[in-house]
């Protein structure tokens, strides 16, 4: 069944915070030096994708050899680039929790492959991906019904899936840490994340806000500050599902 908050559970966003960046300290170079492997790894199928996505892109329709191999670089591209990344996140988590129980990781807890983990945040992701194409789906269709009676009409919908958007994206703020340590079914991750999160929704936005001035202040100093970003801001994130959700490990993602 899907999380539900407890009755103690509260969001203190500054406490998540220094909470995180004590996690990050406490492994840095094996953070930073995981997150440079990886995308090493990433890059070559990154590039794969691009080529072939953009081999495909300027075939001209009358031609009359079909691009077989523009299609297995785009399918490999991404495929490849899909396992790596989440092969990222979860070590990443993996490395933010056991930094949080006061431990130090070492390389081989963030570079351990979990194929059940990685396909609990798979599927999540991809559920929530429909969530948002079917609400777009329906207000487009709405609007464009709207839209034959007064065009002014037609934006209503875009705003009201707007601000559904907002709620979403901030009742979602802890996807990953949901699918990967709070529940074993993809498809409660959506619901455990509403349950827990409304009651401090705007605390979490507040949180989000933080931690995206933390991105751009990172992204200033180029991919070297975006290096040590990506990490620090999991760790701050876990360290605020933590006071929300619980310190309990629900699918023996560490053990």
Same mark, same amino acid.
């Given at each position: 069944?899907?999380?539900?908050?407890?009755?103690?559970?509260? +969001?203190?966003? =500054?406490? /998540?915070?220094?909470?995180?960046?004590?996690?990050?300290?406490?492994?840095?170079?094996?953070? +930073?030096?995981?997150?440079? =492997?990886?995308?090493?790894?990433? #890059?070559?199928?990154?590039?794969?994708?691009?080529?072939?996505?953009?081999? #495909?892109?300027?075939?001209?329709?009358?031609?009359?050899?079909?691009?077989?191999?523009?299609?297995?670089?785009?399918?490999?591209?991404?495929?490849?680039?899909?396992?790596?990344?989440?092969?990222?996140?979860?070590?990443?988590?993996?490395? /933010?929790?056991?930094? @949080?129980?006061?431990?130090?990781?070492?390389?081989?807890?963030?570079?351990?492959?979990?194929?059940?983990?990685?396909?609990? %945040? #798979?599927?999540?992701?991809?559920?929530?991906?429909?969530?948002?194409?079917?609400?777009?789906?329906?207000?487009?269709?709405?609007?464009?019904? %709207?839209?034959?009676?007064?065009?002014?009409?037609?934006?209503?919908?875009?705003?009201?899936?707007?601000?559904?958007?907002?709620?979403? %994206?901030?009742?979602?703020?802890? @996807?990953?840490?949901?699918?990967?340590?709070?529940?074993?079914?993809?498809?409660?991750?959506?619901?455990?994340?509403?349950?827990?999160?409304?009651?401090?929704?705007?605390?979490?936005?507040?949180?989000?806000?933080?931690?995206?001035?933390?991105?751009?202040?990172?992204?200033?100093?180029?991919?070297?500050?975006?290096?040590?970003?990506?990490?620090?801001?999991?760790?701050?994130?876990?360290?605020?599902?933590?006071? @929300?959700?619980?310190?309990?490990?629900?699918?023996? @993602?560490?053990?």
């Amino acid at each position: 069944m899907a999380l539900t908050p407890s009755s103690d559970s509260q +969001l203190h966003v =500054l406490q /998540a915070v220094e909470d995180g960046w004590a996690a990050f300290c406490r492994a840095p170079w094996a953070f +930073l030096l995981f997150e440079a =492997l990886s995308a090493l790894i990433l #890059l070559p199928f990154a590039a794969l994708a691009a080529v072939g996505g953009a081999r #495909l892109a300027s075939v001209n329709e009358v031609m009359a050899v079909h691009p077989t191999g523009a299609w297995a670089a785009l399918i490999v591209g991404v495929i490849g680039y899909v396992i790596i990344a989440l092969w990222t996140v979860v070590g990443l988590t993996r490395g /933010a929790w056991l930094s @949080l129980e006061g431990r130090k990781p070492c390389f081989a807890d963030f570079t351990r492959w979990d194929r059940p983990a990685s396909a609990r %945040l #798979l599927g999540s992701g991809i559920l929530l991906a429909i969530v948002i194409a079917v609400a777009g789906a329906i207000a487009t269709l709405i609007g464009a019904g %709207l839209g034959k009676l007064n065009e002014a009409l037609s934006v209503i919908p875009m705003i009201v899936v707007a601000i559904f958007y907002i709620w979403l %994206l901030v009742s979602q703020k802890f @996807l990953i840490q949901v699918s990967l340590l709070g529940t074993a079914n993809p498809t409660k991750t959506i619901g455990s994340g509403v349950n827990v999160v409304n009651p401090s929704w705007w605390m979490v936005l507040w949180l989000g806000i933080i931690e995206g001035v933390v991105h751009t202040i990172g992204g200033l100093f180029s991919y070297g500050g975006l290096l040590v970003v990506v990490p620090l801001v999991l760790c701050i994130s876990t360290a605020a599902f933590r006071q @929300l959700f619980g310190a309990e490990d629900r699918t023996g @993602l560490i053990g």
